[in-house]
């Protein structure tokens, strides 16, 4: 199977920043994860050089235009590998092999008499490079530039996309999954309500030279949308190379400013040239910067190979796919990014790894261990794994990343859990060693998925993860092989490794020393209020036993327990992230039993089970030994 994706082609008037970064990374994230499943990908990535954006850039920097397109689409060519980009090919809009796909298309449609000459006299704003309807205009004003657009009669060139019109509508009906997310679907289907007239594919050259000259008119050159579109498929060799057969029909991904050109100008040439249309636009929403929009006027415009240099490529890149939810804007802050590189990384992933390999080290000499039989949490923690790798799979298919990441991030609390409750220095220390093996075998298995699973995000750290497991990446690289639990073959070596992901300190302090469970140093601590012995006589708190345990629907957080203390009642607690519900069934907690009840989501709650938190996460206050149920605490 061959899959074909692309990012846009970036203009040269910018140079990359976090928005180029973002889309160019979902296209490598998809890339990688589609390696993962075996097929063959094709990925396209490259800049958009003509039209007058570009000679206006060009003249502000001092240059002639294609020494300035040079140097700025090398700009781009050079920050994707600092982000690990894995693409097949960049594709320049001056390169000549695309000029010739340009002139040969535009003659095509022309001689089939798709194209018309005529004359128009309308309002044109040089910042889009087109005429704006009245209808587009706000106070009088272009909406994206803020200017007044100039009155301009000219002839032109013209496509004839109105003829197209009501197919398009129907196209887009009878194939539901074109355009994704299906808000961007709708905005489509509502904007195609209106009559769309026909898009002006020309310049005259008398004021634009910078562009590929119409080959049926030599006194134009071609409107910078319909050069760049067809990068799609000059770069995959059309119409020559039988390479553009095998890849096409494409998935793109762009970001919703450019959702009408890709969703309305782009089927349609191609139904005109009588191509199949692309398989799916992957539409996503803005990054905002510390909730501003990113503007050079502002001068918060993020720069991708600063942030990788500060924080790490891996770093960066879960940072991105994790915060934002596709199709929706997300608001980026170096706050955010760090409390997720020490949250996420350092501590969850980190730790995991860290503990489970130096476990291995000290006590199996570094070597994978031999299991014996699986028990209970072996059991439930190979299940949920495997259950939760096809939710991971589900959602990177439907290009949910923050879903995927969320998926991984819950075998990992899971994993950390069960060596807290199996706690193989305890079993060690009892003389266990079979069990211990067993437990640390598990603890292995679950790093070997994670590492699977996590190379479309983090590559590096997942194949160091993967080498650590003593494993070949390049073998082992495989998502049949997450799908699988007990691949790793006892004997083997292993190796503990630096630290996966470094801690980032606390700027000012005050918050790392907090998650410590430390006060700052710098700060009185504040004074307490002592209370008398019958204040505590007040409170009912006894130990419960969990007879059942669900997620509740609609959020991520909360568990509906129905406890024994001695009569049964239901009680809400917020313990979802750290607690899968089978694990709690037959656990004795504690509960206090004289709350008042609380309505949470529609369930009444009856009560409030005790748990303690720190920096490693949230643990449940249990009994040393079982206890009858409804026995008093105090
Ligand atoms: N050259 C055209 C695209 C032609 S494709 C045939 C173009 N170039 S652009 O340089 O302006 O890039 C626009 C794209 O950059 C967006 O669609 C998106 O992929 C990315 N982003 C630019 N700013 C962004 C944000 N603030 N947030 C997220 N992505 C953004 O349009």
Not at 11 to 30: C, I, K, Q, S
Request: net charge neutral; charged share 25%; aromatic share 10%.
């Amino acid at each position: 199977m061959s899959f074909y994706i692309t990012t846009p082609i970036y203009y040269v008037n910018a140079e990359p920043h976090l928005g180029h970064a973002y889309t160019t990374l979902v296209a490598d994230a998809v890339a990688r994860f589609k390696r993962l499943q075996g097929e063959e990908v094709f990925f396209l990535t490259g800049t958009d050089e003509h039209g007058d954006k570009i000679v206006q850039a060009a003249q502000r920097a001092g240059e002639d235009p294609q020494e300035y397109v040079d140097r700025i689409s090398e700009l781009f060519r050079t920050t994707w590998p600092l982000l690990n980009i894995s693409y097949s090919r960049f594709i320049r809009t001056t390169e000549p092999a695309h000029k010739k796909v340009v002139q040969l298309v535009l003659q095509k449609i022309y001689d089939q008499g798709d194209i018309y000459f005529d004359e128009y006299q309308g309002l044109y704003c040089f910042g889009c490079e087109r005429f704006l309807t009245e209808k587009e205009l706000e106070n009088g004003l272009c909406p994206d530039h803020k200017c007044p657009p100039t009155p301009l009669k000219e002839a032109n060139y013209f496509f004839r996309l109105s003829k197209y019109q009501d197919w398009l509508v129907q196209y887009i009906k009878d194939h539901p999954e074109m355009i994704t997310p299906e808000r961007y679907r709708n905005e489509i289907l509502s904007l195609l309500k209106e009559d769309l007239g026909d898009l002006c594919i020309s310049r005259p050259k008398s004021r634009l030279t910078w562009g590929i000259e119409l080959p049926f008119d030599k006194n134009f050159v071609t409107y910078v949308w319909f050069d760049a579109l067809l990068n799609y498929l000059s770069g995959l060799g059309y119409p020559d190379d039988p390479k553009w057969k095998s890849f096409w029909p494409a998935h793109h991904v762009i970001a919703k400013d450019i959702l009408k050109p890709h969703a309305v100008y782009w089927p349609i040439m191609l139904k005109a040239l009588g191509i199949p249309i692309y398989r799916q636009l992957h539409v996503h929403g803005y990054w905002n910067i510390n909730e501003e929009k990113m503007s050079k006027s502002l001068g918060n415009i993020v720069k991708p190979a600063e942030l990788i240099e500060r924080y790490g490529c891996d770093q960066v890149r879960y940072f991105l796919l994790r915060e934002m939810a596709f199709g929706l804007d997300a608001n980026f802050s170096e706050e955010a990014l760090k409390r997720r590189i020490n949250a996420d990384l350092a501590n969850d992933l980190g730790n995991l790894v860290f503990r489970t390999l130096t476990m291995t080290d000290k006590y199996f000499e570094g070597q994978i261990p031999s299991p014996s039989e699986a028990q209970k949490p072996e059991q439930v923690l190979t299940q949920k794994t495997l259950e939760v790798v096809e939710g991971y799979i589900l959602a990177m298919e439907n290009f949910q990343f923050h879903r995927a990441l969320g998926s991984l991030w819950e075998i990992i609390g899971e994993s950390n859990r069960y060596i807290d409750y199996q706690a193989p220095w305890a079993l060690m220390k009892k003389g266990q060693r079979e069990r211990t093996a067993t437990v640390i075998y598990h603890a292995l298995e679950v790093l070997r998925i994670i590492g699977i699973c996590l190379w479309p995000v983090c590559p590096n750290a997942a194949e160091k993860i993967l080498e650590n497991l003593g494993l070949d990446p390049k073998e082992e690289l495989k998502l049949s092989r997450a799908q699988k639990f007990g691949l790793l073959i006892p004997g083997k070596k292993t190796r503990r490794g630096e630290a996966l992901f470094p801690r980032l300190e606390e700027e000012k302090g005050t918050k790392a020393l907090k998650a410590k469970g430390q006060t700052p140093k710098d700060k009185e601590p504040k004074e307490q209020k002592l209370l008398p012995i019958d204040e505590f006589a007040k409170w009912d708190i006894r130990v419960a036993e969990v007879i059942q345990a669900e997620k509740v629907p609609g959020t991520d957080r909360l568990l509906k327990l129905l406890v024994r203390c001695p009569e049964e009642r239901t009680v809400i607690a917020g313990i979802a992230e750290y607690y899968s519900p089978e694990t709690l069934v037959g656990k004795q907690v504690i509960v206090v039993a004289n709350l008042k009840p609380a309505k949470i989501r529609g369930i009444v709650s009856q009560g409030m089970v005790l748990a303690a938190k720190d920096a490693q996460g949230l643990k449940l206050i249990v009994p040393e030994q079982p206890v009858q149920a409804g026995a008093k605490v105090g």
